[in-house]
């Protein structure tokens, strides 16, 4: 049953959306192909604080190869490469190049299962982003074009044979003048049967910048400077086709923010285990 639970919140954890660590570990040895497509889309936008109409859909879609590695029964790596393209409603040009990159490594302190003080699974994940090939400076580009390095600490807990839980909680230093950012998730996750299991997520990004979009100080060459922060409710779901192959799918949306999109993310992925 444990190891019935742990595949599962392992692919749950897969499915919501930014998702980017687990304090569960795939087995020593093994390892997980994904292909993930991500559609995110908008048309109201937070000029700072406040709300305005883009006059037009802003739509992002990335495609993910996702790849993972249980090196140790504490140690597990993971990493995903990408394409973006983005499409925004009356632009005479579209933004499409390599998204950025991103490789991490996860250390397990403690295996609730195995726990002789009933603590729960802790882990922390050390993660570096490499930033894609694309241009910056508008409001359409694919991202932020800066590299960083990222810390974060993992808690979760198998509650019974139907519910999990899981946090996260880290902070990201980024290259130049791109403002560092503390990120947080909770999660909680409801195993409808052995195959099938559903997932809710409260998600936030908070930025440690300072500069607003439309401010005297601001500039388009200064768009990756702002201060974009985002809350995010996200749903996921995680189907077991069979031991090897899954399903995993999610959806989010931005519930309040600033300098960022008010959007809707929408994301299906395929794997594979071997």
């Known amino acids: 049953m444990n190891k019935i639970l742990t595949t599962s919140l392992l692919l749950a954890s897969s499915s919501v959306v930014m998702a980017e660590g687990s304090p569960l570990l795939p087995a020593p040895g093994t390892s997980s192909l994904n292909l993930e497509a991500v559609y995110q889309t908008g048309d109201e936008f937070y000029l700072g604080s406040k709300k305005i109409d883009l006059g037009g859909d802003l739509d992002q879609t990335t495609y993910w190869l ?4 249980g090196l140790t029964d504490s140690i597990a790596l993971d990493g995903r490469v990408g394409y973006s393209e983005t499409d925004f409603e009356g632009s005479p040009t579209d933004q499409r190049d390599l998204a950025d990159s991103n490789i991490g490594v996860t250390w397990r302190l403690v295996d609730e299962f195995i726990s002789e003080d009933n603590l729960p699974s802790l882990a922390v994940r050390f993660g570096a982003t490499i930033a894609g090939n694309y241009s910056t400076g508008a409001i359409d580009s694919l991202g932020d074009g800066a590299h960083s390095a990222d810390l974060s600490f993992l808690a979760g807990r198998v509650l019974n044979d139907k519910i999990a839980v899981s946090a996260e909680v880290g902070y990201r230093v980024r290259e130049g003048s791109v403002p560092e950012e503390i990120f947080y998730s909770a999660s909680g996750y ?7 299991s559903f997932s809710l997520s409260y998600q936030v990004v908070d930025s440690r910048g300072d500069l607003d979009i439309g401010t005297p100080e601001f500039t388009a060459e200064r768009f990756n400077e702002v201060k974009e922060d985002n809350q995010r ?3 996921g779901f995680a189907y077991n086709i069979n031991h090897q192959f899954s399903l995993t799918g999610g959806w989010a ?3 309040d923010g600033r300098n960022t999109l008010l959007s809707d993310t929408y994301s299906l992925s ?3 285990a071997f």
């Open 66 to 69: 996702k790849l993972g590695y």
């Open 233 to 235: 409710i996200a749903l």
């Open 270 to 272: 395929a794997g594979y």
């Open 190 to 196: 409801y195993f409808l049967n052995p195959v099938l």
């Open 253 to 255: 949306n931005v519930v």
